[in-house]
């Protein structure tokens, strides 16, 4: 199992950056494809970006391309996620989790349990 600590949220303008972080503990880190996901309270969490193990490999959701970029440092047991050109309905709780091995928009099963998330918040 994964356990999860995501930091870097905060208010920001419409049009505004952010790097979201996501530390995770486990030996296997280094083996899973990793993924952003988002939650409003009117909406169900959505999976935003994911990541290859080795990092090659990057998938957006439509709503987010060309604004958010995933990276990560396996040696540092970290996921990021640069987000730019805030929009207000980018305002959400990121939370990051280990993705299933064939849907890089799913979370895995089991993985373990969801971190607190980081709360965006992006204003008009």
């Known amino acids: 199992q994964v356990q999860l600590v995501e930091s870097g949220g905060g208010l920001v303008q419409a049009g505004g950056s952010l790097r979201l972080s996501c530390a995770a503990s486990?030996?296997?880190?280094?083996?899973?494809?990793m993924g952003w996901f988002r939650q409003t309270p009117r909406k169900e969490r959505e999976w935003v970006a994911a990541?290859?193990?080795?990092?090659?490999?990057?998938y957006y959701a439509d709503s987010v391309k060309g604004r958010f970029t995933i990276s990560r440092d396996n040696a540092k047991r970290t996921v990021y996620l640069q987000i730019s050109s805030l929009k207000p309905e980018d305002t959400a709780v990121y939370y990051c989790?280990?993705?299933?091995?064939?849907?890089?928009?799913?979370?895995?099963?089991?993985?373990?349990?969801w971190g607190q998330g980081t709360q965006v918040t992006v204003s008009s």
């Open positions: 989790a280990p993705t299933k091995p064939f849907d890089y928009r799913s979370p895995r099963d089991g993985f373990g349990s």
């Open positions: 486990g030996r296997t880190f280094g083996a899973y494809r």
């Open positions: 990541i290859s193990w080795t990092g090659d490999n990057t």
